[in-house]
Nanobody, 120 residues
Framework: VQLQASGGGLVQAGASLRLSCAAS????????MGWFRQAPEKEREFVAT????????SYADSIKGRFTISRDNSKNTLYLQMNSLKPEDTALYFC??????????????WGQGTQVTVSS
C-alpha cells in the first residue's frame, strides 16, 4: 500500500482545512488508518484513527471536538477535517495504514506527510 497525503497549507487561526490521504494498492478497506503529526523539534504524536469499516474512531484529547477522521473506501481515501485550527496544530501531518490504534508501531505503511501551518 502506498499513501499520498495532501491538503496542507498556511491558514490563520480559526480556519479549517481538510487533509486527504490517497491509497494505492489492494485491500484499503482491510486496514485501520491513522493520522499522526510532528511539530518542529517534537516527537511524532497520534492524532486520530479509524477502523477499516469506518465505524470506529478515536482521537487525541488535544484535537477532540475540532478534528474529524473519515474514509471513503470506494475511493481508497482517508480524510481529516480540521476545524478551529490553532497555532499549536502547526505540524507535518502523516497518514498511516495498519491497525486502528494510537501506537505508531502498529502501522505498516506511511505517507510522506503534508505541512499544516497555522498563524496567530
Amino acid at each position: 500500500v502506498q499513501l499520498q497525503a495532501s491538503g496542507g497549507g498556511l491558514v490563520q487561526a480559526g480556519a479549517s482545512l481538510r487533509l486527504s490521504c490517497a491509497a494505492s494498492g489492494r485491500g484499503f478497506s482491510g486496514y485501520g488508518m491513522g493520522w499522526f503529526r510532528q511539530a518542529p523539534e517534537k516527537e511524532r504524536e497520534f492524532v486520530a484513527t479509524i477502523s477499516g469499516s469506518g465505524r470506529d474512531t478515536s482521537y487525541a484529547d488535544s484535537i477532540k471536538g475540532r478534528f474529524t477522521i473519515s474514509r471513503d473506501n470506494s475511493k481508497n481515501t482517508l480524510y481529516l477535517q480540521m476545524n478551529s485550527l490553532k497555532p499549536e496544530d502547526t505540524a507535518l501531518y502523516f497518514c498511516a495504514a495498519g491497525r486502528p490504534t494510537m501506537r505508531e508501531n502498529e502501522y505498516y505503511y506511511w505517507g510522506q506527510g503534508t505541512q499544516v501551518t497555522v498563524s496567530s
